[in-house]
């Protein structure tokens, strides 16, 4: 079993930054953790989950929602099993809770058929 674990969400006016981070544990070898496809999702409520950012393993391929291209950076630390997701010039239709994910294949991470889900962390961009 993998549990992952956000922090960084928070209060931030329009147009500032927020550095958000997903751990992952578990039951199981850092080997396998360390080759789970990661990103980030987002929802607000009464709307649905909406991707934001994949990362695959190897950090060698990225993908990033339309919406926050050129603002939203995705990176991760394999050695300390830790995906990011740096988020400058933020707006208030940034306001969402972020949810990380995990799964063994990028293209089912990206549609939202993700193994493993966070608990997710408040973000809200006031205007």
């Known amino acids: 079993q993998v549990q992952l674990v956000e922090s960084g969400g928070g209060l931030v006016q329009a147009g500032g930054s927020l550095r958000l981070s997903c751990v992952a544990s578990?039951?199981?070898?850092?080997?396998?953790?360390?080759?789970?496809?990661m990103g980030w999702f987002r929802q607000d409520p009464g709307t649905e989950r909406e991707f934001v950012a994949a990362?695959?393993?190897?950090?060698?391929?990225?993908y990033y929602a339309d919406s926050v291209k050129g603002r939203f950076t995705i990176s991760r630390d394999n050695a300390k099993n830790t995906v990011y997701l740096q988020m400058n010039s933020l707006k208030p239709q940034d306001t969402a809770v972020y949810y990380c994910?995990?799964?063994?294949?990028?293209?089912?991470?990206?549609?939202?058929?993700?193994?493993?889900w966070g608990q997710g962390t408040q973000v809200t961009v006031s205007s």
């Open positions: 990362i695959t393993w190897t950090g060698s391929v990225i």
């Open positions: 994910a995990a799964a063994n294949n990028i293209r089912f991470l990206r549609a939202g058929e993700s193994n493993y």
């Open positions: 578990g039951r199981t070898s850092s080997t396998y953790l360390s080759s789970l496809e």
